[in-house]
């Protein structure tokens, strides 16, 4: 459909060699984008360009850490010299220390919103003077629904930091929507994945913990992503911008299974 067609528009994607990222760079490239693909994992991130070359568009696979800013520099400049322009940005790689909140040192804070906040700001301003020269563009970002309310697991930092990634998402769809440049966010909940898998199989209730707060009835998975990333990259969407998008399953609507089952069962068995 004309609608969603991306045809030749150029994305860059971070955290592209598995989960979220690799998903939206394959629509991305489905709906007709050529990818520049970022990941730290190059055998993966090789793996999904491998992908996206068979569907008939450029992909151009960089070995990289998003959180030095010199190789954010570097990438652009090849950005430039390779492509000429970015459409596109999807902001979806960024790590995290997790911890009780009276344990955690300074380091892990700064760490944590230097890479969620930080980093993620420094690549979006280049990808936004580049849009903001252009006359257009699209800019996404992963948050999370941790950001709106409290997951109640440890989580404290995580949250300061992907609530930080809401408000510049606000601020910049603010400053920026009326010279072209559209900036939304996308909020998950609990997405099945190797890290979840090993979390459920350490901990026997937090896997009915999640799902009890997913009125959907089971966990997301990294191809949820899939059709609303290209949506808001698309012209379908060339009237949403500042969008905080929930892709919970229900979760926040639903407002409960924050916390841990665990101490609720035990004092009932007890």
């Known amino acids: 459909m004309q609608l969603f067609d991306l045809t030749d528009r150029v994305a860059l994607v971070t955290g592209t060699a598995q989960g979220m990222g690799r998903a939206m760079a394959l629509a991305f490239a489905e709906a007709g984008a050529h990818v520049m693909l970022l990941d730290r994992n190059a055998a993966g991130n090789e793996a999904t360009a491998h992908e996206i070359a068979k569907l008939g568009r450029r992909a151009l696979p960089i070995a ?13 400049a090849t950005l430039d010299a390779e492509f000429g322009r970015i459409d596109i940005l999807g902001n979806v790689a960024g790590e995290a220390k997790a911890g009780p909140a009276e344990d955690m040192i300074l380091a892990d804070v700064q760490q944590t919103f230097h890479n969620l906040v930080i980093s993620r700001f420094y690549c979006t ?40 990634v809401i408000h510049m998402t606000k601020e910049l769809s603010t400053e920026w929507s009326g010279r072209g440049v559209r900036v939304n966010a996308i909020l998950p909940a609990q997405i099945w994945n190797s890290g979840l898998e090993a979390r459920a199989q350490a901990d026997p209730y937090l896997r009915d913990t999640f799902l009890y707060g997913i009125p959907r009835g089971r966990f997301g998975h990294p191809d949820d992503i899939r059709g609303l990333a290209v949506w808001l990259a698309s012209d379908s969407a060339s009237f949403i911008t500042g969008a905080i998008i929930p892709m919970d399953g229900g979760n926040l609507a639903k407002n409960g299974g924050g916390g841990f089952l665990a101490p609720l069962i035990e004092k009932h068995i007890a």
């Open 125 to 164: 301003q280049a990808a936004g003077r580049r849009m903001l020269a252009q006359g257009a563009g699209s800019i996404i970002s992963i948050g999370s629904i941790a950001g709106v309310t409290s997951l109640a697991r440890h989580q404290a930092i995580y949250g300061m930091a992907m609530a930080s």
């Open 64 to 76: 990289c850490d998003i959180s030095d800013f010199a190789e954010i520099d570097r990438i652009y």
